[in-house]
């Protein structure tokens, strides 16, 4: 008798533990407030986790970084622009750039991933491609170039526009590319950044960042009413660049370290390992 119940018990043990370790394995897209997202080895664009991450949708200032991307590319930090009429009367977000301003284009990208200036945005544009449609055909032609299909821009600030659209895993491409300007590390990792062209500091809108909370390195906040809250953030993990994005997440903050929990990078060779009961890939 006492036998049998000893069996059952552990049976029962066994059915409870297994029970456990499916639920957890299956990762529960309620536990998130995302509709969409995609977490990415920032060394070799390996997807980690996905969930709806090649669904194309409205990315809101998420947008930014190709504006930085092609900024990058196409011009120098020590250049200079005027600003002009309709840069500085952009809706939505602004740093409240006055017309006639001279700025640099460091002192504009800093505004445009700190504070997210659509003001900021236009004045890069009519920098570096003569008027906004210009800069925005070189934007699309670099999505072309990376195989992001699921990418097409009409604007370089990311307010809502028939036709603008990405995904998460477009999004993350995007900003593994980035990573390799230096300038776009330096400046989507600062906290706050004193202009001479205004007289008080930028302080960074993303509060991971902006409140340094370990491991996250940069990152860059979005916002319309259409696309809710858009956020990017790559964490440093031993050493490691972990790229997480989330589409239309009203607690976007937790997303994003939940989503960082769920990757495990070896300290002794700095490769990515399987998380014990979630595993890498979550692909949906």
């Known amino acids: 008798m006492a036998h049998g119940n000893s069996c059952f018990k552990w049976l029962t043990y066994l059915v409870l533990v297994s029970f456990m370790f499916l639920m957890m ?18 060394v070799t664009g390996e997807v980690l986790y ?27 930090l020590d250049d200079e622009t ?24 460091r002192d504009l990208l800093y505004a445009l991933m700190l504070r997210s200036g659509n003001d900021a945005s236009v004045a890069i544009a ?13 934007m699309n032609e670099k999505a072309r170039m990376l195989g992001l299909y699921d990418t097409c821009f009409k604007n370089a600030h990311g307010l ?9 895993y477009d999004l993350a491409v995007m900003t593994q590319v980035a990573l390799g300007f230096n300038a776009f590390i330096d400046i989507s990792g600062a906290r706050a950044y004193q202009s001479q062209a205004v007289d008080y500091p930028w302080i960074h809108k993303h509060k991971l960042v902006k409140y340094h909370v370990a491991p996250s390195v940069l990152g ?12 990017m953030t790559v ?14 997440a009203p607690n976007d903050w937790l997303d994003h370290q939940q989503l960082l929990a769920t990757v495990n990078v070896s300290k002794e060779t700095n490769e990515i390992v399987p998380h014990p009961l979630l595993g890498v890939r979550i692909c949906r």
């Open 25 to 42: 394995r299956q990762t529960d897209v309620r536990a998130f407030s995302f509709e969409k997202a995609v977490v990415v080895d920032g």
């Open 50 to 76: 996905d969930h709806l991450g090649r669904e194309r949708a409205n990315v809101a200032s998420l947008t930014k970084i190709m504006t930085a991307i092609v900024a990058l590319e196409y011009g120098q």
């Open 82 to 105: 005027i600003v002009s009429e309709r840069a500085s009367k952009m809706e939505g977000s602004s740093v409240y750039l006055k017309p006639g301003t001279r700025i640099s284009l």
């Open 126 to 138: 009519e920098m570096i491609g003569g008027s906004e449609a210009g800069f925005v055909f070189l």
């Open 160 to 168: 809502d526009s028939d036709n603008h659209y990405s995904s998460a």
């Open 220 to 231: 860059k906040t979005g916002y319309t009413k259409s696309a809710g809250r858009t956020l």
């Open 235 to 248: 964490f440093e993990k031993n050493q490691r660049p972990i790229i997480v994005v989330t589409l239309n």
